[in-house]
């Protein structure tokens, strides 16, 4: 399954059943159908107010959480698309700062879909690219100062890479790592063939000529480095990397953050609400994306407010008291949605020398492995659950002290009672269902 659509509202389920029934040939990206379709809809991406786009592999939405809460401290009104959702369809699109309600939404996706299918011509778009389209089209009739537009997959054949240089204020490249093979490192003529180095240059295809190009320069590899600044020189990005044009960097109590156009030395700022010492990265990454561009100005005093308001569900989040936590009442439980040998890097450093009770679940398109290494020994138990609606692992991929669940309220149900943490990680759709078990839906 490439992606699902959940709702309460008939009218919307209407659309998401239309959507379900779309179908695309294994390992189709491009922008071809994207382009045809913004086309049928007036080009909606042509009248968008100043975007930020983000790709990356781990940390581009916490950039986009980052982003936004920054610009909506100065009293900004910011659209925001991003993907997936965690419980309700609706979290992919945020209009001045409000997710879609249910009865503009069901019209739009409903517009987006006749669209596609006018003429006696189907451009048989896939769930994704309509989400795009309906989130752009969407963008231009609302009001608002500025667009976050989260990357899908990858970058350069994204379908959110219809954006054209005119409509965006920068564009930024978060951490790296290897995610979505199938795609992303499919062969073709004329692209780097080292896995990484080609990683690099797929999320780099959304750099547009004359637009701030904002990347994570020096925690990336030489090959990665070196595939981004050729792609950037190609397009005539305007390249500003991390460890030359800005850099920021974590003290004991807070972070320091500096760029080439300070002349009165570095911001010492407080540290970000999210937890993980990755997350300051991250707010560097949006505070630099910020700075690069002159569309819209933000000042110290916002860029401080939107550190202590920015979160990001299911990273790295600390559940609520709620029907679900009250299965294991002596536990404090953590929810994080990462899957690959990046996110357990920093879910290792986050525990540190503690042990934990892993509950987890994942896509069997993914590495069962990478996530679970980089914990190593701070794996007090291991047990694996279903991912609902998706093919998932068996506990058998997990080695032989993995311990098969029917559910996550049977997992929790089991957990020993010696007050560890527990984390339940492995996949976004899974933290979803916590969330929802949970009640603790995202607004």
Wanted: glycine share 8%; hydrophobic share 40%.
């Amino acid at each position: 399954m490439i992606d699902f659509g959940r709702s309460d509202d008939p009218r919307v389920t209407a659309q998401l059943d239309r959507m379900a029934k779309l179908s695309v040939p294994q390992g189709r990206l491009g922008l071809q159908t994207i382009r045809a379709l913004m086309e049928r809809l007036g080009n909606p991406h042509r009248k968008l107010p100043p975007v930020f786009h983000v790709a990356g592999t781990n940390g581009k939405g916490s950039v986009c959480a980052f982003l936004r809460a920054m610009l909506e401290a100065d009293g900004n009104r910011v659209h925001v698309t991003t993907s997936p959702h965690l419980v309700r369809y609706n979290e992919r699109i945020r209009l001045a700062g409000k997710l879609i309600d249910d009865e503009p939404l069901a019209e739009l996706l409903k517009e987006v879909l006749d669209a596609s299918e006018q003429g006696g011509e189907d451009l048989a778009p896939s769930f994704f690219e309509v989400t795009i389209a309906a989130a752009f089209l969407a963008f231009s009739r609302s009001p608002a100062d500025a667009c976050v537009v989260e990357v899908g997959v990858g970058g350069r054949l994204d379908a959110t890479n219809v954006l054209e240089p005119e409509a965006l204020a920068a564009c930024g490249i978060a951490a790296l790592g290897i995610d979505h093979e199938q795609f992303l490192l499919a062969p073709e003529e004329g692209v780097p063939t080292e896995p990484m180095a080609r990683i690099a240059f797929e999320k780099a295809g959304i750099a547009k000529k004359g637009v701030p190009l904002v990347t994570m320069g020096s925690a990336y590899s030489i090959a990665e480095r070196a595939a981004i600044r050729e792609v950037s020189e190609r397009r005539k990005a305007l390249l500003q990397e991390m460890g030359e044009g800005w850099d920021c960097s974590p003290t004991d109590n807070n972070f320091y953050y500096r760029d080439e156009s300070q002349a009165d030395g570095p911001w010492w700022l407080p540290q970000p609400q999210m937890p993980g010492i990755h997350q300051l990265t991250n707010a560097g990454l949006a505070i630099a994306m910020l700075r690069s561009q002159r569309d819209i100005g933000v000042s110290y005093a916002d860029i401080k407010e939107g550190l202590g308001s920015a979160s990001w569900p299911a990273r790295m989040q600390k559940l609520s008291d709620g029907l679900l936590t009250s299965l294991a009442p002596e536990h404090t439980i953590w929810l994080d949605g990462g899957h690959n040998l990046s996110a357990g890097e920093a879910i290792a450093r986050l525990f540190e020398e503690r042990q934990l009770h892993l509950i987890l679940g994942m896509l069997d398109n993914k590495n069962p492995r990478a996530l679970l290494n980089p914990l190593g020994e701070k794996v007090r138990t291991l047990q694996v659950v279903p991912v609902p609606g998706h093919d998932s692992h068996p506990a058998s991929a997990f080695g032989e002290d993995a311990i098969a669940r029917d559910d996550l309220e049977d997992a929790l149900l089991n957990v020993p009672s010696d007050g560890s943490p527990i984390l339940i990680a492995g996949s976004l759709y899974l933290a979803g269902e916590a969330l929802r078990l949970n009640d603790e839906i995202p607004d």
